[in-house]
């Protein structure tokens, strides 16, 4: 048996219709309002357990995601009674993001623009909240400290400047956004001028000859240089995993988005084009793309990274010419029609998630990971299911990132 589709195969699936991805959002609406009340002043954690999101506090990377959704689903209420029950609730998660990064709780890392793009400049861009405004360019102050000029690079996590600290991971792509928008708003240069040179640090050393990626790229710290690749959450070093090809994906066409250099259209084609060659047969990849059709005994899936690609690849299409806009179009209607048939929670009363089979940490014989929240929802998942959704139903939508 073949472990991935063909490209040619790959023409034949179905694409979600409007009518189906009206339906899906509608649903995620409904299951972000059925369980609101347990997480207003709390948030739920980076995974489920057996289906359901425990409510816990404002730490860790993630709970951004969660009030993203609680803004996507106002954004797409259907009367203004639930509107003002979600806009309620995202206000005080915005004021919670507000205090976290006045008292410096858990922020010494680089993911302040997870945290804080669709939680705050959504909150912003949507009703001028002062809160998220005010919130958000602080963590973008914060997220300018971890900038290391020899390298030209956001270093992830760890003591600044420590050896084996000395990196940058693929996901931080995604950071970025928050600021450029933090020297839209205060006409200040100094973000995005940090934000280019990560990019093009990022997007020289990231991309391997084979078009897979690295999860994580060691700098040396006197030359400035690539040292080495590794992974930290796929199987092992020279495999590529699921999720980190996704952000690749993504963080690419927000490369392209934010800097306009032509030859990132080239690398995010690269980086979608492995990562569409080596999906199994229902479009959803396994945690490392190593794995495929055959491997579902002992592996399992990442649901998400097919909504994180899905996402990117609409977005790049907004620059595209009409046949690459087209055609990424339609990959990405195929992968969310994929998750939406056999992947997404279709029963609210299961589950507090959008949907299931997303993977966060795996251990393998060959990674340094915890494992946690494997096969389960996780919360990214369901963010970019509901943004990938709302991309398709609102097309002129104002993007968070
Ligand atoms: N940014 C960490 C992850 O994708 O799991």
Redesign the pocket.
């Known amino acids: 048996m073949d472990k991935w589709i063909t490209t040619e195969e790959l023409t034949g699936y179905p694409e979600i219709t409007k009518r189906e991805a009206m339906k899906a959002l509608s649903l995620c609406v409904s299951g972000v309002l059925k369980y609101l009340d347990g997480f207003t002043d709390r948030f739920p954690g980076?995974a489920s357990f057996d289906g359901f999101y425990k409510p816990g506090e404002n730490k860790g990377?993630t709970t951004g995601f969660y009030t993203g959704e609680l803004w996507l689903a106002y954004e797409n209420a259907g009367n203004e009674s639930d509107k003002k029950r979600l806009l309620d609730a995202a206000n005080i998660q915005v004021g919670s993001f507000l205090e976290r990064i006045e008292k410096l709780y858990d922020v010494e890392h680089h993911?302040m623009g997870?945290l804080y793009s669709p939680s705050c400049v959504a909150a912003y861009k949507l009703t001028g909240s002062k809160e998220g405004k005010k919130a958000a360019l602080l963590a973008a102050d914060k997220l300018i400290t971890r900038f290391q000029p020899v390298g030209e690079f956001i270093q992830a996590w760890g003591e600044m400047g420590a050896a084996d600290n000395y990196r940058f991971?693929i996901?931080c792509l995604l950071n970025l956004p928050l600021l450029y928008w933090a020297s839209e708003e205060t006409g200040d240069d100094k973000y995005k001028d940090i934000a280019e040179k990560h990019i093009h640090t990022a997007m020289d050393n990231v991309i391997r000859e084979d078009d897979s990626t690295w999860h994580t790229v060691f700098m040396d710290n006197v030359t400035g240089k690539f040292h080495h690749g590794a992974t930290c959450?796929g199987y092992k070093d020279g495999s590529a995993w699921a999720?980190?090809q996704a952000?690749g994906i993504y963080g690419t066409a927000v490369a392209y988005k934010y800097t306009g250099r032509e030859e990132y259209i080239g690398y995010f084609k690269r980086v979608s084009g492995y990562f569409l060659k080596h999906l199994p047969v229902d479009l959803c990849p396994f945690w490392d793309l190593t794995f495929g059709d055959g491997d579902e005994a002992t592996e399992p899936r990442d649901s998400?990274s097919a909504v994180i690609a899905a996402c990117g690849m609409l977005e790049m299409s907004k620059y595209m010419d009409t046949a690459d806009s087209v055609y990424y179009t339609g990959i990405a209607r195929k992968l969310i029609k994929a998750v939406y048939d056999i992947y997404s929670v279709k029963d609210i009363d299961t589950s507090n998630g959008r949907i299931l089979h997303g993977t966060?940490?795996k251990k393998s014989p060959y990674n340094t990971c915890t494992p946690e929240g494997v096969d389960e929802c996780?919360i990214?998942g369901d963010y970019y299911y509901m943004e990938a959704l709302n991309r398709l139903l609102n097309p002129d939508w104002k993007i968070y990132w």
Do not use: C, E, K, M
């Open positions: 980076p990377w993911d997870f991971i996901d959450q999720r980190g952000w998400s966060y940490s996780v990214w």
